[in-house]
Nanobody
Framework: QVQLVESGGGLVQPGGSLRLSCAAS????????VGWFRQAPGKEREGVSC????????YYADSVKGRFTISRDNARNTVYLQMNSLKPEDTAVYYC????????????????WGQGTQVTVSS
């Protein structure tokens, strides 16, 4: 069964950190670029970050640049999103998805999606 599973979300205070994981099963993740997205209640889905399949090229939305770091471990078939200096406005459900194309402006041609993991930043 082909699927992506996100984990690592939770409740954290402002200024805190979380590391999200996006684990693939049923297929080899290293052939794909992988993107992270988030959606807060009442808001549109926002592309947060994306990493290329080959040379480790990365993209970050301006809202998270300098605070979030995307990485991948192909041996573990997993992509990570390290989130530091979290703010209340980072509160959202975070999703990962495979992408067919990576560019310096982001990823596109999305395929498989995970079910999401909730991140809540609150004191």
């Amino acid at each position: 069964q082909v699927q992506l599973v996100e984990s690592g979300g939770g409740l954290v205070q402002p200024g805190g950190s979380l590391r999200l994981s996006c684990a693939a099963s049923g297929f080899t993740l290293d052939y794909y670029a992988v993107g992270w997205f988030r959606q807060a209640p009442g808001k549109e889905r926002e592309g947060v970050s994306c990493i290329s399949s080959s040379d480790g090229g990365t993209y970050y939305a301006d809202s998270v640049k300098g605070r979030f770091t995307i990485s991948r471990d192909n041996a573990r078939n997993t992509v990570y999103l390290q989130m530091n200096s979290l703010k209340p406005e980072d509160t959202a459900v975070y999703y990962c998805a495979t992408a067919g194309v990576w560019t310096i402006f982001g990823c596109r041609d999305f395929g498989s999606w995970g079910q999401g993991t909730q991140v809540t930043v609150s004191s």
